[in-house]
């Protein structure tokens, strides 16, 4: 009896290791089979922990996938930028300019605007204005150094086999299903929330966080590298940056006949460094803009707003602002338009 019961006890695992084999090769794991966290913070959903399980504001549809939105051959602005643009949970800058101003708005969430412009065949028969918002570690990524690491090509027949059966984009589906499936979520999360209580373990992509009250901060944005709060920009560094996205608007202006707005948007580190270390902030955002100025180069800094402001701008369990981060974002960049256009 017993050994019938372990061999369908066996079998049973062997169906169950089958069917995770097949889910996380399918191009969408069905939504019946997940715990639905959308309304929760995407920082938070690196770790799990109770105490920063915040519910946010669902998500609307994004601006460039509602009627608003318009072509980049019709529209009068055009607008690229990241997530915190393109952030579904409340009203969009791009949207914000589009009804303030009653202008036809393009926005594309990329960094590749190059890219996009040349695909689209974009002439620049009448000139346009083109803002381009890079969250603060974004403008690390985008005008920084590359850097390049040359590896060592060596075959090895079971590196190339875990490579093909068990590739890193596998790997993330294997997590996502222990994390998020219904299963086993709870008990994940469960074990996550006791070894934090009891050993102050967390995930190294929120490793700097508050209690009270419970926020969490993006760990490449506090790791004393580039594009952290905390890392030590050379005056040669802030040159560098500033003479590239010098060379990249000289670049796309005199191609496509637009004038370039850069926007730039702090860290949420960046603004309350006070809360998680004694080490002052960097100041890369003030110093890179006083070297644009130098270069005639127009940009939008939101540091100093932030910085100053007594409300809270930015989701505790989340990168993103918040509402009232956004609404005064928008409200300075609205006001510098109309201002100067």
């Known amino acids: 009896m017993k050994e019938k019961g372990l061999k369908y006890g066996i079998y049973a695992a062997g169906v169950a290791c089958l069917l995770i084999f097949v889910l996380v090769r399918l191009t969408n794991v069905p939504a019946s089979l997940v715990v639905d966290l959308d309304n929760t913070g995407d920082l938070y959903r690196q770790n799990y922990i109770d105490l920063f399980k915040e519910e946010l504001p669902a998500k609307s549809i994004a601006f460039n996938q509602s009627?608003?939105?318009?072509?980049?051959?019709?529209?009068?602005?055009?607008?690229?930028?990241?997530?915190?643009?393109?952030?579904?949970?409340?009203?969009?800058?791009?949207?914000?300019?589009?009804?303030?101003?009653?202008?036809?708005?393009?926005?594309?969430?990329?960094?590749?605007?190059?890219?996009?412009?040349?695909?689209?065949?974009?002439?620049?028969?009448?000139?346009?204005?083109?803002?381009?918002?890079?969250?603060?570690?974004?403008?690390?990524?985008?005008?920084?150094?590359?850097?390049?690491?040359?590896?060592?090509?060596?075959?090895?027949?079971?590196?190339?086999?875990?490579?093909?059966?068990?590739?890193?984009?596998?790997?993330?589906?294997?997590?996502?299903?222990?994390?998020r499936s219904k299963l086993s979520h709870n008990v994940y999360s469960s074990l996550n929330t006791f070894n934090f209580n009891a050993f102050k373990s967390i995930s190294s992509f929120t490793p700097v966080y508050t209690k009270e009250p419970a926020c969490l901060f993006y760990g490449k944005t506090v790791n004393n590298k580039p594009g952290s709060y905390n890392f030590n920009y050379s005056p040669a560094l802030i040159n560098f940056y500033s003479d590239n996205i010098l060379d990249w608007k000289n670049e796309i202006e005199q191609k496509y006949n637009v004038e370039v707005l850069f926007y730039f948007i702090p860290n949420k580190s960046?603004?309350?460094?006070?809360?998680?270390?004694?080490?002052?902030?960097?100041?890369?955002?003030?110093?890179?803009?006083?070297?644009?100025?130098?270069?005639?180069?127009?940009?939008?800094?939101?540091?100093?707003e932030f910085e100053a402001a007594e409300e809270i701008l930015y989701y505790p369990t989340d990168t993103h602002w918040n509402d009232a981060g956004t609404k005064m974002g928008a409200e300075k960049l609205i006001k510098y338009l109309r201002t100067n256009n």
Do not use: C, W
């Open 67 to 179: 009627p608003k939105h318009a072509s980049i051959d019709d529209a009068e602005i055009l607008i690229f930028g990241d997530s915190f643009f393109n952030f579904r949970r409340h009203k969009s800058v791009p949207e914000y300019v589009a009804d303030s101003l009653n202008k036809k708005v393009f926005f594309h969430k990329d960094y590749s605007v190059k890219d996009v412009l040349a695909g689209a065949n974009f002439d620049g028969d009448n000139k346009k204005l083109l803002i381009f918002e890079l969250a603060e570690r974004g403008i690390t990524i985008k005008f920084g150094p590359d850097i390049v690491e040359s590896k060592k090509f060596e075959f090895d027949l079971f590196t190339q086999l875990d490579t093909t059966f068990f590739s890193e984009k596998y790997n993330k589906r294997y997590r996502y299903l222990l994390e």
């Open 270 to 304: 960046s603004v309350y460094h006070e809360k998680i270390s004694n080490e002052g902030y960097n100041n890369f955002l003030p110093r890179l803009s006083t070297a644009l100025n130098a270069r005639g180069v127009k940009h939008i800094s939101m540091y100093e």
